[in-house]
């Protein structure tokens, strides 16, 4: 069985976010040696806070951070890396639409020396508005192109924790969840791939599917486009030039 913290980020889900936080924690308890739920209030301004506050008491394992204002999923989710501290590391939502049991058959290639554990979606048309589809799809050519990366990347995914010390992650936008699985590929980590049913949000809408958040997400890959040549670069003068002279 796996050691695991699962970082779980919510933003006003008041309606919903008690029975997701309740089976997540029993999935926890039947299938993990140790483990920690850490759930991220991005300044959530519904009743979110309130429920949270409550279920703290009745779980030990429940740890909660919170941001005084809304951050953004980004910001969220470098949050709950700083407060991990156990092996291995998941990302959920809060809406639902991934659960932690469709993250059983992730723990076996882990447990088995894989780095990275990639989710592949099953049944994404079925549960995503077509906008998000045509994103989605925009986003996987342009990593192709820029990047290299020919894996499929959902932004669902487990990992060692300890790599968190070895790769930075420059991304304060959505665009981490994708930056992580990016570095580990092209640093050569050992990544398996899992299938993963994606649920229907229980209530409200996506708030990945914006604009602004677009535009900024899409302004991360040039940047980390940049900032890998540059790191290359940098580590072939290192190399070069170990003592720092031309």
């Not at 924690?25 to 850490?38: C, F, K, P, R, Y």
């Not at 992650?169 to 994708?178: C, G, Q």
Request: charged fraction near 25%; include cysteine; hydrophobic fraction near 45%.
């Amino acid at each position: 069985m796996i050691s695991l913290s699962a970082v779980m980020f919510a933003f006003n889900e008041g309606r919903h976010i008690e029975s997701v936080i309740r089976e997540t924690l029993s999935v926890l308890a039947q299938h993990t040696t140790d483990h920690e739920l850490i759930v991220v209030d991005d300044g959530s301004t519904d009743e979110t806070p309130r429920i949270l506050d409550g279920l703290a008491k009745a779980f030990d394992h429940l740890v909660l951070v919170r941001h005084p204002t809304n951050l953004g999923i980004g910001e969220a989710v470098h949050s709950g890396y700083e407060r991990a501290s156990k092996e291995y590391i998941c990302i959920l939502p809060a809406d639902g639409q991934v659960t932690l049991a469709q993250y059983v058959n992730f723990f076996q290639p882990a447990i088995d020396g894989a780095d990275l554990v990639l989710a592949r979606y099953t049944n994404r048309a079925e549960v995503d508005v077509f906008k998000r589809m045509v994103l989605s799809n925009g986003l996987r050519l342009l990593m192709r192109f820029l990047l290299g990366v020919n894996h499929h990347i959902d932004a669902a995914f487990l990992f060692r924790r300890a790599l968190l010390d070895e790769i930075p992650l420059t991304s304060r936008s959505f665009f981490v969840n994708l930056e992580l699985p990016i570095r580990l590929i092209r640093a050569g980590f050992r990544v398996e791939e899992r299938q993963m049913e994606v649920f229907p949000r229980i209530s409200g809408s996506s708030k990945v599917v914006e604009l602004a958040k677009i535009n900024r997400v899409a302004m991360d890959l040039l940047r980390l486009r940049f900032r890998l040549f540059h790191e290359q670069l940098a580590g072939w003068i290192a190399q070069r030039y170990p003592t720092g002279n031309p």
